[in-house]
Nanobody, 115 residues
Framework: QVQLVESGGGLVQPGGSLRLSCAAS????????MGWYRQVPGKQREWVAR???????VYRDFVKGRFTISRDNAENTVSLQMNSLKPEDTAIYYC?????????WGQGTQVTVSS
């Protein structure tokens, strides 16, 4: 069992920035795809950004140019730098570790964008 612990959520004004971090309880393997997802009440969880073991990244259109995902295999962490935040970015953000035969989730961290 792998534990993922997110941190860095909070309340920020529109246009502001937050940095989310996720720490894994074991080493990150090359086949581990790390991702950030988000969910608002009443809606399905949606993926936001993903990064492979080799550092390749992919983003949803609604965060391109504003969010940056990064990964530190030595520290077993993945981060999400969120800039130019909008009220519609308000959600619970979840860290995900997706491997060939496993799939783990963190407990989530609340991000609220409001003036």
């Amino acid at each position: 069992q792998v534990q993922l612990v997110e941190s860095g959520g909070g309340l920020v004004q529109p246009g502001g920035s937050l940095r989310l971090s996720c720490a894994a309880s074991r080493n990150l393997f090359s086949l581990d795809v790390m991702g950030w997802y988000r969910q608002v009440p009443g809606k399905q969880r949606e993926w936001v950004a993903r990064i492979t073991g080799g550092g390749s990244t992919v983003y949803r259109d609604f965060v391109k140019g504003r969010f940056t995902i990064s990964r530190d295999n030595a520290e077993n962490t993945v981060s999400l730098q969120m800039n130019s935040l909008k009220p519609e970015d308000t959600a619970i953000y979840y860290c995900n570790l997706d491997g060939p035969e496993y799939d783990y989730w963190g407990q989530g961290t609340q991000v609220t964008v409001s003036s």
